[in-house]
């Protein structure tokens, strides 16, 4: 899954990543904000971190139990995703796709 996540944000433009925070975190930018972290620190905690629209954040809360509040992040706009059932490779790329999106100013609610 995290590779999965990885694969799709190298694939969009103009972003950066890198371990600001901590050697644990990787952290991918566009326009220098934040739109995905993946956490390494434990084996069993693998996650990714996006931004995600609140109302899609409730039912994608409601549809998948490793989907939780995001951690680190506000947890009205950020979900933290770990495998599980129903989290599939599509779902992470569009996850964080969005987010990238949303991030970037590209998502439909973003513009004005």
């Known amino acids: 899954m995290q590779q999965i996540a990885r694969d799709t944000a190298a694939a969009l433009g103009d ?13 991918w930018k566009v326009q220098d904000k934040v739109f995905l972290i993946i956490t390494e620190d434990d084996p069993d905690q ?14 994608l809360r409601h549809e ?6 995001g951690h680190y992040l506000d947890k009205q706009h950020w979900i933290s ?16 796709q969005d987010s990238y ?3 970037s100013g590209h998502h439909p609610e973003q513009r004005s």
């Open 81 to 96: 995703v770990g495998p599980g059932p129903g989290v599939t490779k599509r779902l992470v790329e569009d996850l964080v």
């Open 101 to 103: 999106d949303i991030v």
């Open 15 to 27: 972003v950066s990543n890198g371990r600001p925070f901590t050697p644990h975190l990787e952290v």
């Open 46 to 59: 693998q996650i990714i971190t996006v931004k995600a629209d609140p109302h899609y954040v409730d039912a």
């Open 64 to 69: 998948h139990d490793s989907i939780t509040r």
